[in-house]
């Protein structure tokens, strides 16, 4: 009620004008910052209620379908997933590492699986360059850029 996430998004669009990061870098931008906050707040929709009040209409303004910023949310969301010490299935992932391997540990766990993060996020954020550069339709009526 106070507004300001629209205070923020206005602010922040006018920032990222003025600096020029209004193309795809900004994009990539957002998702690192999904990715590093990931780490802190497990719950990819908490995160993106948190985010999007702000980084919908942010990116609306800079011309980006709100589809296709909660793509890019997901991108960096889904990368760092599995090596987010608050994730509650980690344990149990460990339990099944122990059966095979004693005397593991959340590092040996954490040092397994934090090869896969970098593979993931170049993986995701070529298909999201490819969907943006080329303009696809992430759906039916959703495209990349807003019409107008």
Do not use: C, H
Not at 33 to 39: I, M
């Amino acid at each position: 009620w106070t507004g300001i996430g629209t205070w923020t998004a206005v602010k922040g669009a006018a920032l990222l004008e003025s600096i020029g990061l209004t193309g795809f870098a900004a994009i990539v931008g957002f998702a690192i910052l999904a990715s590093v906050l990931n780490l802190l707040i497990i719950s990819g929709s908490a995160m993106w209620t948190l985010m999007a009040a702000v980084f919908v209409p942010m990116f609306a303004l800079l011309g980006y379908e709100p589809g296709f910023t909660q793509a890019a949310f997901r991108v960096g969301d889904s990368a760092t997933q599995i090596i987010t010490p608050m994730n509650p299935y980690m344990i149990v992932i460990l339990g099944l590492l122990r059966r095979y391997e004693p005397k593991a540990g959340l590092g040996t766990l954490m040092s397994r699986l934090v090869v896969f993060v970098v593979p993931f996020w170049i993986t995701w954020v070529s298909l999201l360059a490819v969907w943006f550069y080329f303009d696809l339709p992430l759906g039916p009526g959703q495209g990349v850029f807003l019409a107008g």
